[in-house]
């Protein structure tokens, strides 16, 4: 096995909220210092504020974010390797294999959704992302077994 199928990318281009930011930013400074040469690329967005680092791309978005998220998703080879990927951010990216996918989001469980809310479109179409591409996570991390529980009777 050559050193570059050992390699890994991390994706944390979808982190907005300041505790995620937070969390994101000591995880990737923790592995940046004991697994950095694993590290083939990390792709944050904006939000996060770390050293400057040669492994770190700052991924701006350029469309709404609901549009350039959409792009991201579906077409990740525009702007990623097809790489082991960690997922900081809830859906996986098509086509690329062997993702492990940190989930957070309990939106994306499937309880009944008042279809007259605003975000009723955009949370059922979020589900729809993520069980289409799920075949492309090798593992999915949540936070607690009530999650583990939700997702695997939604999904």
């Not at 050293?51 to 991201?72: A, T, V, Y």
């Not at 993520?130 to 939604?154: G, P, T």
């Amino acid at each position: 096995m050559s050193s570059k199928s050992k390699k890994v990318q991390i994706h944390a281009t979808n982190i907005n909220g300041l505790g995620a930011i937070n969390v994101v930013e000591k995880l990737i400074e923790s592995i940046l210092k004991n697994q950095g040469s694993l590290i083939n690329k990390i792709y944050v967005s904006e939000n996060i504020k770390l050293k400057e680092h040669n492994l770190l791309i700052k991924f701006k978005r350029r469309l709404p974010n609901f549009l350039s998220r959409l792009i991201e998703i579906c077409f990740p080879s525009l702007f990623f390797e097809n790489l082991p990927t960690l997922v900081l951010g809830d859906i996986p990216l098509r086509g690329i294999q062997g993702q492990v996918v940190f989930v957070h989001q309990a939106n994306l469980i499937k309880p009944k959704i008042n279809q007259y809310a605003s975000k009723h479109l955009i949370l059922n179409f979020l589900r729809l992302m993520f069980a289409w591409n799920l075949k492309y996570a090798k593992r999915i991390l949540v936070q607690s077994d009530f999650m583990k529980e939700e997702l695997l009777k939604s999904y």
